[in-house]
């Protein structure tokens, strides 16, 4: 799975004259094996859902200027939002029983298999965060504090953050950095920290639905028209920190993150 290549055409001014949005998903997938039709991975499902988040926010964008519909415009912090949100459907037992199913017999996907998945989404959760802050803490300060021809080398300052953010820090001969392409060529700059903030952002929005009641259909429902009336309409036509406090009535809170990766701590009885 690939992309989502899209523009986004809206409704005139007036509504009388309607060009409807147009989105692709361009996939790339496992292929066929024999005489096997092409069965996805899981993660191969769990990315489709990330790039159909994409293309929700493109088809049902209510912005009538091109430059900021869908998901054009949108500050890099947040652009990931509809996506990464649309990833949590994949490990709700009701959304993924309904899908999951044997291409042969029609058989639900095992209850011990799925929660081997809701098992394996925490696994390492706490390394794997410390992984993201490293390299989000090494990006914002080579792009501040740090001085070209300085005594301090780009390899200094990524071993300074290290001792900070890593359990294990870096062998003296790491050379990650010459390979952190994000930040170099692929236009990262200064914002890989987005990549985090925008988990703690889908998060946010996915526990207004918890809070709703995921078995409770009208609450559901009505949540879902509410994210799509701020989060998925109104693009890039407004400051994202404005659009979510629209959606979840207050600021993000790293809270539903945190306690989907399991790195909440619990009270002792």
């Known amino acids: 799975m690939d992309e989502v290549l899209a523009r986004s055409h809206v409704l005139s001014r007036d509504g009388t004259s309607a060009r409807l949005p147009v ?40 912005q009538d200027e091109g430059l900021v519909a869908g998901i054009r415009g949108i500050e890099w912090d947040a652009v990931e939002l509809p996506s990464q949100f649309m990833e949590n459907w994949c490990y709700h037992r009701d ?14 996907l095992p209850e011990e298999t799925f929660l081997k998945l809701l098992a394996a989404r925490t696994f390492r959760a706490g390394s794997l965060s410390l992984r993201q802050i490293r390299f989000a803490s090494v990006d914002l300060k080579l792009h501040t504090d740090y001085v070209p021809g300085g005594a301090e080398s780009i390899f200094d300052v990524d071993r300074r953050v290290s001792e900070r953010t890593q359990v294990i820090p870096p062998l003296p001969e790491d050379r990650f950095l010459c390979g952190f392409s994000h930040i170099f060529a692929g236009g990262y700059a200064a914002g890989y ?16 639905f918890e809070d709703a009641g995921l078995d409770n259909s009208k609450a559901v429902k009505e949540t879902g028209n ?10 890039g036509g407004k400051a994202p ?4 406090v629209e959606f979840r009535g207050r600021e993000p809170s790293p809270e539903p993150l945190l306690r989907h990766n399991g790195l909440l701590a619990t009270a002792s009885v």
């Open 23 to 62: 989105a692709h998903m361009v996939c790339n997938q496992s292929p066929p094996v024999g005489n096997k039709p092409s069965l996805m991975t899981f993660r191969e499902v769990e990315t489709v859902f990330h790039e159909f988040g994409h293309a929700l926010q493109h088809m049902l964008t209510k």
């Open 95 to 108: 959304t993924l029983m309904s899908i999951a199913k044997h291409y042969e017999t029609g058989e639900t």
């Open 193 to 208: 920290y987005s990549y985090k903030w925008a988990e703690v952002l889908s998060a946010d929005a996915f526990s207004a």
């Open 226 to 235: 509410k994210f799509r009336e701020t989060i998925l309409a109104l693009g």
């Open 241 to 244: 920190l404005e659009v979510f």
